[in-house]
């Protein structure tokens, strides 16, 4: 389905739930790019249709979030190889369109995020029969009643856990892992130095402030810390970067003036990198 959104959208959305349009804003750019590494005319078609100046709002696109989508991508498209009536629920999802690029026709998908995100999602990408979406606090695990726990299931929750504190964090993934044991998580962290910035205010354009993100976490910490969480899964770290060149993120960590991270010739440390975690079942 890819039918005309039939009046421009004045977006009223702050906080964490405007990271969506940063997020989107980054994916589009990438796809409209004859070299992109994302083929996506739905986030194109979105991004037209929102009355935004997305320049002056959220600065230029420098694929970021395009190099993670596509990471992810892939790794869809592998579990749903596997899984070809599986159900993708995409926690945080926002207007994210990946349900769209891995569709193999067969499987389910569930997106989930809160009411004010879900309404404009619909505006933009109406619900049909295999792909829903639901407005809800993703914290609130009342919401995982409607999913069947007997049937193949991934969790998908990008761009999401690093705003919330690790106290709420470990809940979630425990609940998700107990109640669906063969199921499969996928999500993705920021490093401490990253989010420690954000506590202080990080400005990525006069007009966007990033919201602050409550975990942060080193690569190195990873594995221990969801061991201490009892989440006794296989574990797989999966390191990504933007579409091409320096990414926002990295051009702040190897800023002279960022004391956040050791200096080791200015390069980059290995453990100080986003990364996508996988979790597939014990």
Same mark, same amino acid.
């Given at each position: 389905?890819?039918?005309?959104?039939?009046?421009?959208? %004045?977006?009223?959305?702050?906080?964490?739930?405007?990271?969506?349009?940063w997020?989107?804003?980054?994916?589009?750019?990438?796809?409209? %790019?004859?070299?992109?590494?994302?083929?996506?005319?739905?986030?194109?078609?979105? %991004?037209?249709? =929102?009355?935004?100046?997305?320049?002056?709002?959220?600065?230029a696109?420098?694929g970021?979030?395009?190099?993670r989508?596509r990471?992810?991508?892939?790794?869809?498209?592998?579990?749903?190889?596997?899984?070809?009536d599986?159900?993708?629920?995409?926690?945080?999802?926002?207007l994210?369109?990946? +349900?769209?690029r891995?569709?193999?026709?067969?499987?389910?998908?569930?997106?989930?995020?809160?009411?004010?995100?879900?309404?404009l %999602?619909?505006?933009?990408?109406p619900?049909?029969?295999?792909?829903?979406?639901?407005?809800?606090?993703?914290?609130?695990?009342g919401? =995982?009643?409607?999913?069947?726990?007997?049937?193949?299931?991934?969790f998908?929750?990008?761009?999401?856990?690093?705003?919330?504190?690790?106290?709420?964090?470990?809940?979630? =993934?425990?609940?998700?892992t107990?109640?669906?044991?063969? +199921?499969?998580?996928?999500?993705?962290?920021?490093?401490?130095?990253?989010?420690?910035?954000?506590?202080?205010g =990080?400005?990525?354009?006069?007009?966007?402030?990033?919201?602050?993100?409550?975990?942060?976490?080193?690569?190195?910490?990873?594995?221990?810390?969801?061991?201490?969480?009892?989440?006794?899964?296989?574990?797989?770290l999966?390191?990504y970067?933007?579409?091409?060149g320096?990414?926002?993120?990295?051009?702040?960590?190897?800023?002279?003036?960022n004391?956040?991270?050791?200096?080791?010739?200015?390069?980059?440390?290995?453990?100080?990198l986003?990364?996508?975690?996988?979790?597939?079942?014990?």
């Amino acid at each position: 389905m890819n039918a005309e959104i039939p009046r421009p959208i %004045r977006p009223v959305l702050s906080g964490i739930p405007e990271t969506t349009l940063w997020t989107l804003h980054d994916r589009a750019a990438e796809a409209a %790019r004859p070299d992109g590494i994302l083929r996506d005319p739905h986030a194109i078609r979105m %991004r037209n249709a =929102l009355m935004i100046d997305w320049m002056a709002r959220f600065g230029a696109a420098d694929g970021s979030f395009a190099g993670r989508s596509r990471a992810i991508d892939i790794l869809l498209t592998d579990w749903l190889g596997r899984h070809p009536d599986g159900m993708i629920i995409s926690i945080g999802e926002g207007l994210e369109t990946q +349900s769209r690029r891995v569709d193999n026709g067969t499987c389910t998908w569930l997106s989930i995020d809160l009411p004010e995100v879900i309404t404009l %999602r619909r505006q933009m990408l109406p619900d049909t029969e295999r792909f829903r979406s639901l407005g809800v606090d993703a914290l609130d695990t009342g919401w =995982l009643e409607a999913v069947d726990p007997s049937r193949p299931c991934l969790f998908l929750m990008q761009g999401l856990l690093m705003y919330f504190p690790p106290d709420r964090v470990a809940p979630l =993934l425990r609940h998700m892992t107990k109640r669906f044991p063969a +199921s499969m998580l996928i999500f993705d962290t920021v490093p401490v130095w990253f989010a420690t910035l954000t506590a202080h205010g =990080l400005h990525k354009t006069p007009l966007f402030t990033v919201p602050r993100m409550r975990w942060g976490i080193d690569r190195d910490r990873i594995g221990p810390t969801l061991a201490c969480w009892s989440l006794s899964r296989p574990l797989r770290l999966l390191p990504y970067g933007a579409a091409r060149g320096r990414s926002w993120m990295a051009s702040l960590a190897l800023s002279p003036q960022n004391r956040l991270i050791p200096s080791q010739g200015r390069r980059f440390p290995r453990d100080r990198l986003p990364v996508i975690v996988t979790l597939p079942p014990a």
